[in-house]
């Protein structure tokens, strides 16, 4: 079918271009935003898609970091971590709301206060 050297041909090809294309990957990167684009968490409701780019350019609603992510200083943004981290019903802190309803208290909030957005459950949570 093939001869050996063919088959040898074939092989060396096929070496220099994988070093080439690791090369080419190792050489050019690709850069992660500097914010999230969307973010979705899980909810035993459906899942919520938050379009984090929408929210915050100057193009979208022009949001602060610190509207949302209200106990970080603004040189933490970066490292923001998950709401429960603060909002965790395990804790017991009768004063801290839990997660959902921080979320629900926060998003509805805005939406209804400045008109835009859903407010409806189904608007936000994608049952699969």
Known sequence: ???????????V??????????VSYAAFPSKPPKQPIRAAFPTVAGKVIFDHSRHVKDTGYGLACGECHH???PDEYSQAGSCTECHDPAEGDADMPKRSDAIHQQCIGCHQTYGG???????CHIMQ
């Open 71 to 73: 106990t970080l200083q």
């Open 13 to 22: 090809l096929a070496v220099v271009l994988l070093v080439i294309a690791a």
């Open 117 to 123: 957005g859903p407010v409806e459950c189904a608007q």
């Open 1 to 11: 079918m093939f001869s050996r050297k063919e088959l040898k041909l074939v092989l």
